[in-house]
């Protein structure tokens, strides 16, 4: 028998709403510029990647890993996050991915808390944008973390904050980073996006639109 959940906690890009596309678009392009082919299912390796590790992998997907500088390389990131930022310029409330505002107020009306879990350093503007900040009892970005997902360090600093338990929480990933971060912290994990990719999640939902608050604590209760 689980314990009684107390805390739901949110990937941002990719669960809440879709900046996995301007973050797939922005690395498209910087890895054009520098010569190197950049498919969407390489994109897949990144979600849920800190900036920096993203362009690591990226170096070396194209064999340029040991072609840039330090300083190069914080230039191309910031390259990249600029090209970013005019993507998510546009953002309003009307980005929240399907089936994720019903879920939010299902949390909320079970008296439930509601955490953040993300290693973008652009999750509070977002999270601003998209109207959806203040809902949300905590928000653990890359500013309050050391290590980023797969380490379970930012779902744990999540539970801490919110002061509950890790066994009590459910926590919602598109990224299998994502995924292995929330079973590392110990706690029930609600995967969103194909079965294979995130195949260590203990429930996986295709979209956003099929989540069911109901379903996912029947699964929470029956692990
Ligand atoms: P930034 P998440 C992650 O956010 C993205 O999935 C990942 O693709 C991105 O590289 C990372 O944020 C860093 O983002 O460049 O904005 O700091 O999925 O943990 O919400
Ligand atoms: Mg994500």
Request: aromatic fraction near 6%; include cysteine; hydrophobic fraction near 40%.
């Amino acid at each position: 028998m689980s314990k009684p959940i107390e805390a739901f906690i949110f990937d941002l890009d990719g669960v809440i709403t879709d900046t996995a596309e301007y973050h797939f678009l922005a690395w498209k392009e910087l890895a054009k510029d520098i010569g190197i082919t950049f498919t969407k299912e390489d994109n897949e390796e990144l979600k849920g990647i800190s900036r920096m590790e993203s362009l690591e992998k990226i170096l070396k997907l194209g064999g340029k890993e040991n072609d840039f500088s330090k300083e190069e390389k914080e230039q191309l990131a910031a390259k990249k996050n600029e090209h970013y930022l005019t993507l998510i310029q546009n953002i309003t409330p009307d980005d929240i991915l399907p089936g994720i505002k019903p879920l939010i107020e299902e949390i909320k009306k079970h008296g439930l808390k509601l955490g953040l879990a993300s290693v973008s350093k652009n999750a509070i503007a977002v999270m601003e944008s998209l109207g959806l900040k203040d809902k949300f009892d905590v928000i653990v970005d890359a500013a309050k973390i050391q290590h980023g997902k797969p380490d379970p360090e930012i779902f744990l600093t999540a539970a801490k904050l919110l002061n509950v338990e890790t066994a009590a929480c459910i926590g919602l990933e598109d990224a299998a980073a994502g995924v292995d971060s929330i079973k590392g912290a110990k706690m029930f994990a609600v995967g969103v996006g194909s079965e294979e990719t995130l195949r260590k999640a203990d429930i996986v939902y295709s979209k956003t639109e099929l989540l069911s608050y109901g379903n996912i604590i029947r699964e929470f209760e029956g692990a």
